[in-house]
């Protein structure tokens, strides 16, 4: 099993930036990749980025690219994700998410194996 535990969610002004943190403890090294999804009011989970556990690759949806960057710090088993030049339409639940034997980098959330309990992220205009 591998536990997943989001920090530094808040409320933020539009423009502002935010990173999140999540730490991944357990058995850390079944994990091959980390994703973060985010679900805003109303609307479904949604894919923001994933980062693979070794490496340097990464992968974000379109909305999010230029302004938010994901990395790791295997040390702490750690993953962040920086949201820079936020937007109120960037308000949701942020989630993320260990994916077990990964060769590529998933955006699907049934690819992936164990989630977090979310952070709240809440951008004003």
């Known amino acids: 099993q591998v536990q997943l535990v989001e920090s530094g969610g808040g409320l933020v002004q539009a423009g502002g930036s935010l990173r999140l943190s999540c730490a991944a403890s357990g058995r850390t090294s079944s994990v091959d990749a980390m994703g973060w999804f985010r679900r805003a009011p109303g609307k479904d989970r949604e894919f923001v980025g994933a980062?693979?556990?070794?490496?340097?690759?990464?992968y974000y949806t379109d909305s999010v690219k230029g302004r938010f960057t994901i990395s790791r710090d295997n040390a702490k088993n750690t993953v962040y994700l920086q949201m820079n030049s936020l937007k109120p339409e960037d308000t949701a639940v942020y989630y993320c998410?260990?994916?077990?034997?990964?060769?590529?980098?998933?955006?699907?959330?049934?690819?992936?194996?164990?989630w977090g309990q979310g952070t709240q992220v809440t951008v004003s205009s």
């Open positions: 998410a260990a994916d077990r034997a990964a060769v590529v980098l998933h955006r699907r959330a049934y690819e992936y194996d164990y």
């Open positions: 980062i693979m556990w070794s490496g340097s690759r990464t």
